[in-house]
């Protein structure tokens, strides 16, 4: 075996891949794409390996569930960089939203509803969803009513930040509700 040929199956073996390589690829046939991206033909899988090693290039299966299958001669490791370059790309573009909870209780007064609507537009400003709930204990789950009105009346502190996502419902012994930072247009 040529030299070349031990230095691309050592290259391509010391990466994690999601495509199949050179002597992975164990199709009968497959549709065979050139270095420069011009369609050379079918071929039979050695063969197509054969030449992609006479070019000191990588044959690489783009697309398994064609028929046949798609593979293309080039640079495995320049593919695989320029691959994991578009993904932490998409990564950076993406934005993680938090769900932050507010818990109130039946007893509380309106100052602690200010208080606590007040860390909750903080949230909303910083692009994070707001979970408000109120749990209930032993006999407080007969005044469910209650429970609705300290909702809105803390919704009413915050509607002009504020989207309702989930309205009011009641699980088990709490009542949630969520909370989504208005879209500015």
Not at 29 to 54: C, H, K, Q
Not at 69 to 92: L, T
Request: aromatic fraction near 8%; hydrophobic fraction near 35%.
């Amino acid at each position: 075996m040529p030299s070349f040929l031990y230095k691309n199956l050592w290259r391509c073996l010391n990466i994690n891949k999601d495509f199949l390589v050179n002597e992975e690829i164990r199709e009968k046939e497959v549709r065979l794409i050139d270095s420069d991206g011009t369609m050379i033909g079918i071929y039979s899988g050695r063969d197509a390996y054969n030449r992609a090693m006479t070019k000191e290039l990588d044959l690489v299966m783009i697309s398994p569930n064609a028929t046949p299958p798609v593979c293309k001669i080039m640079d495995y490791n320049k593919f695989y960089y320029e691959q994991s370059k578009k993904d932490k790309e998409a990564k950076k573009k993406q934005k993680i939203i938090n769900v932050k909870e507010i818990r109130l209780s039946l007893t509380i007064e309106e100052h602690d509803i200010d208080i606590k609507a007040g860390s909750a537009k903080k949230f909303l400003k910083d692009g994070d969803k707001v979970k408000v709930s109120i749990r209930f204990r032993g006999r407080e789950m007969e005044h469910s009513d209650i429970g609705e009105n300290i909702c809105k009346l803390f919704l009413s502190k915050m509607e002009d930040l504020c989207v309702v996502e989930k309205n009011i419902k009641f699980e088990g012994k709490s009542m949630t509700m969520f909370l989504a930072p208005k879209k500015e247009k």
